[in-house]
C-alpha cells in the first residue's frame, strides 16, 4: 500500500510562491506517475498537472508558465513549485500516484490527505 503526504501549503499574498511536496512510502515511486490536483471550496477537484516515471511533465492550461512539477526519486518525493500565486489558486492540494499512466489521462490508485493553499488579495 502506497501512502502519500503532501506538506508545504499555507497563506500566502498575492503574486507569492510557494513549493508543496508530496512524500511517498511503501511501493516503487520511481515507476508511478506522479500528480497533483487541487479543490477549492464549493468546486469539483481538478486536475492541475502530473509527471511520468521518466520525468515528463503534462500540465492544463491553468498552471501552465506558473507551476512546476518536479520529482527526485531518491527522496521518494515529488514537488509542485507554484509561482505568481492568485487567489483562484486557493484550494487543497492532493497528490496522486497512478502506476499505470499511458501518457495521456492520470488514473490514480493512491491518493494524498491533502494540504490548503490560501492566497490573499
Known amino acids: 500500500q502506497v501512502q502519500l503526504v503532501e506538506s508545504g501549503g499555507g497563506l500566502v499574498q498575492t503574486g507569492a510562491s510557494l513549493r508543496l511536496s508530496c512524500a511517498a512510502s511503501?511501493?516503487?515511486?520511481?515507476?508511478?506517475?506522479m500528480g497533483w490536483f487541487r479543490q477549492a471550496p464549493g468546486k469539483e477537484r481538478e486536475f492541475v498537472g502530473c509527471?511520468?516515471?521518466?520525468?515528463?511533465?503534462y500540465y492544463v492550461d491553468f498552471a501552465k508558465g506558473r507551476f512546476t512539477i518536479s520529482r527526485d526519486n531518491a527522496k521518494n518525493t515529488v514537488y509542485l513549485q507554484m509561482n505568481s500565486l492568485k487567489p483562484e489558486d486557493t484550494a487543497v492540494y492532493h497528490c496522486?500516484?497512478?502506476?499505470?499512466?499511458?501518457?495521456?489521462?492520470?488514473?490514480?490508485?493512491?491518493w494524498g490527505q491533502g494540504t490548503q493553499v490560501t492566497v490573499s488579495s
Open positions: 509527471i511520468s516515471w521518466t520525468g515528463h511533465t
Open positions: 511503501g511501493g516503487t515511486f520511481s515507476s508511478y506517475a
Open positions: 496522486a500516484a497512478d502506476r499505470s499512466f499511458s501518457g495521456v489521462q492520470l488514473k490514480p490508485d493512491y
